[in-house]
């Protein structure tokens, strides 16, 4: 039975490039010069953060929007990036951000994702498999038409499609 695996990996090597890359345009900006503004990339197991230093607010969203610029152009998709958590100052004037990094499927996305499948009347199903949800149907055509049901319908994450399987 044809199946394919729908994930929320970002590319890893990519990833590393970009924070490589804002670093070193840091390090020379005029902008940055004696402060000590950067950012680190932290991998424990399966979670990634990414941490920004910086001296103040200011320079803090300059470093995001450097990091952002370099996701894009290296095509790391930022919404695999939670920007929501809150500056924190960590002694002096100086601030740090962690920002985590999205990978795999919540249970809540996975719980919707599944409803939505179920509920577009394709002769496919949908099972979560961990971090991923599997979808298997009868035919490709449907499997087809549940991959752009969901690059339509669900548009606060990047998903991926791994595994498609005859």
Do not use: C, H, W, Y
Not at 30 to 40: M, P, Y
Not at 74 to 102: S, T, Y
Not at 129 to 150: C, E, F, N, W, Y
Request: zero cysteines; glycine letters at 8%; charged letters at 35%.
């Amino acid at each position: 039975m044809p199946s394919f695996d729908t994930v929320l990996e970002p590319n890893l090597v990519e990833l590393r490039n970009a924070v490589d890359q804002s670093n070193k345009e840091i390090g020379t900006r005029f902008d940055f010069k004696g402060s000590d503004a950067r950012i680190d990339l932290a991998e424990k197991g399966k979670e990634r953060t990414l941490t920004l230093f910086a001296d103040s607010d200011f320079q803090l969203g300059q470093v995001r929007d450097v990091m952002l610029g370099k996701l894009s152009k290296r095509g790391v998709d930022v919404r695999f990036l939670d920007l929501d958590a809150k500056p924190e100052k960590i002694g002096g004037d100086k601030l740090k951000q962690a920002v985590p990094v999205k990978v795999g499927i919540d249970s809540d996305s996975a719980k919707r994702i599944q409803t939505l499948v179920k509920q577009s009347k394709l002769k496919v199903q949908a099972s979560i498999q961990g971090d991923a949800v599997r979808i298997s149907g009868a035919k490709r055509d449907d499997l087809q038409s549940a991959i752009a049901l969901l690059k339509r319908d669900v548009t606060e994450l990047p998903l991926g499609f791994d595994n498609f399987r005859d």
